[in-house]
């Protein structure tokens, strides 16, 4: 079966995929699998953009987003007139010639993938570029656009080591677009001597799930700051810092979401 990968920890944000999809589909038809589509409203393929933390404790994620191309698609069992199939290589396809322009389907999707073209009253969506598929092509155009290779495609089974990589996937149907690197928690922070008034270097950071008791462990860099990522969400920490000697606690961090803990001055213990 046909499998998107996205890797979101290489997809540097460049618009490639969305660009090369607006070249393959405005403006030509590719019937039977999709009419042309519009210069404006529609993205069958997007890019979401994701800033986490606070200045200057900052990360940002670029999210590729498409149809899911899902095992149990809401939007086939609403079809009433059977427009929306699936074919035998996984793709889901909307057929144009069999769609009435119900307007049902677009709000059936999680993923919000499906639009609807009030001029051709009908709904379109990714094809995973299936014409192109058909006629020899081994990706479609978004994949071969992708300057970063964040972008896979292919059989599920010869990308079966990626897949491994994958965790919890966004919420909705199991789909055939797989998100790798998927970011979680981080706290971070800048470690100082106020008295010296300089960052302090190579500090021990131990961060303590207060529930778990798991700990962390990470070192301040030469700007002084530290970086735990990759942490589960919804915990609570506490967290030790250790030099020369000297040492500060703090008892309770609220990972809800992620943390910049700004500036802290190291105490004596």
């Not at 009253?121 to 964040?150: E, I, M």
């Not at 996937?169 to 789909?175: D, H, N």
């Not at 703090?250 to 190291?266: E, F, K, Q, S, W």
Request: hydrophobic share 35%; glycine share 8%.
């Amino acid at each position: 079966m046909k499998t998107f990968v996205l890797d979101l920890d290489i997809c540097n944000g460049c618009y490639c995929c969305q660009i090369a999809c607006k070249d393959e589909h405005v403006g030509n038809d590719w019937m039977p699998y999709a009419r042309p589509q519009p210069d404006t409203g529609q993205f069958w393929i997007r890019l979401n953009e994701t800033t986490r933390g606070t200045v200057p404790k900052v990360r940002v994620t670029y999210f590729p987003q498409m149809c899911m191309h899902c095992e149990d698609a809401p939007c086939m069992k609403i079809c009433a007139p059977g427009a929306i199939y699936r074919r035998p290589d996984g793709l889901v396809i909307v057929d144009p010639d069999k769609c009435t322009g119900c307007k049902l389907c677009p709000d059936s999707c999680p993923h919000e993938a499906l639009f609807f073209n009030e001029g051709m009253n009908l709904a379109q969506k990714c094809t995973g570029c299936a014409h192109l598929l058909d006629d020899g092509w081994d990706v479609p155009r978004c994949v071969d656009a992708c300057a970063s290779g964040a972008l896979h495609f292919g059989e599920e089974e010869a990308m079966k080591d990626l897949i491994a990589k994958a965790g919890e996937q966004p919420k909705g149907c199991k789909g055939r677009v797989i998100y790798i690197n998927i970011p979680k928690t981080f706290v971070a922070g800048t470690l100082y001597d106020p008295i010296e008034k300089e960052v302090i270097i190579g500090a021990t950071c131990t961060l303590t799930d207060r529930a778990s008791r798991e700990t962390h462990r990470v070192e301040t860099d030469g700007f002084g700051d530290f970086w735990f990522e990759g942490l589960p969400e919804g915990r609570t920490f506490s967290l030790k810092f250790e030099k020369d000697g000297k040492s500060k606690i703090i008892d309770t961090i609220d990972a809800a979401r992620d943390v910049n803990l700004g500036d802290i001055p190291m105490g004596m213990s």
